[in-house]
């Protein structure tokens, strides 16, 4: 078992310029979510997805974040017109749907993304 | 809302034991989870609690106390390598909510 797979590893965008971040959850599970880490605000939720429907996303700046799940197999993040405040590691998460679905998340390694 | 707060720093000593706390105020609540994270790696699941009480699972145990919106994360024999962040974590529908974590430094 592979993990959650996140691509790529580190992103450097240019400000106004457009990031789309990359996430193949572990096989099997039904449930995947979006996170941003930083020093200053910490762990953050963006969204989730169950069985590939959008779920939750009140975690979302609505006016430039956008996520899909077209398919079991992976999910996207998409950032426009990106500004230094989006610098952050995203992280996506997956889990199993069933007794005790979203305690146990497993995570990716993340995506540092830098705005310059 | 939900906020979820916990001690920025601990420190304990090698051999000891080391309880890292949360309190949580939540408008929902189906569980709590621990995560581990270490520098520039993504966060580890540990253990969640459901139940009020004292959960045991060797090295690491669980307490929850719903009516108190408090929970703990007890490491007993510690060991150099358990030094790094703890991560207390609110769940509701799915979602969870993250503290800031508690970063554990353990010396010989």
């Known amino acids: 078992n592979a993990g959650v797979i996140q691509t790529p590893r580190h992103k450097v965008t240019g400000k106004g310029q457009e990031a789309t971040l990359w996430c193949e959850p572990i096989s099997g599970h039904s449930a995947v979510f979006w996170y941003r880490q930083t020093i200053v605000q910490g762990l953050e939720f963006l969204t989730y997805?169950?069985?590939?429907?959008?779920?939750?996303d009140s975690g979302m700046p609505k006016e430039r974040f956008s996520a899909q799940m077209p398919n079991q197999s992976h999910s996207t993040l998409k950032i426009q017109s990106t500004q230094p405040q989006d610098s952050a590691v995203y992280l996506c998460?997956?889990?199993?749907?069933?007794?005790?679905?979203?305690?146990?998340?497993?995570f990716g390694p993340g995506t540092r993304l830098t705005v310059l | 809302g939900q906020g979820v707060e916990q001690p920025a720093k601990l420190m304990s000593v090698e051999g000891t034991f080391a309880r890292v706390n949360c309190t949580y105020s939540?408008?929902?609540?189906?569980?709590l989870s621990w995560y581990q994270q270490r520098e520039g790696q993504a966060p580890v699941f540990l253990s969640y609690?459901?139940?009020?009480g004292l959960k045991d699972s060797g090295h690491f145990s669980t307490f929850l106390s719903r009516s108190n919106g408090y929970s703990y994360l007890l490491l007993t024999e510690l060991q150099i390598k358990d030094s790094a962040s703890y991560l207390c974590?609110?769940?509701?529908?799915?979602?969870?909510?993250f503290g800031d974590g508690t970063v554990l430094t353990v010396k010989p």
């Open positions: 997805f169950r069985n590939q429907a959008p779920i939750d």
């Open positions: 974590a609110v769940s509701n529908t799915g979602k969870l909510t």
């Open positions: 998460a997956s889990s199993l749907v069933g007794g005790g679905w979203g305690y146990e998340q497993y």
């Open positions: 609690v459901v139940l009020d």
């Open positions: 939540t408008s929902g609540f189906n569980g």
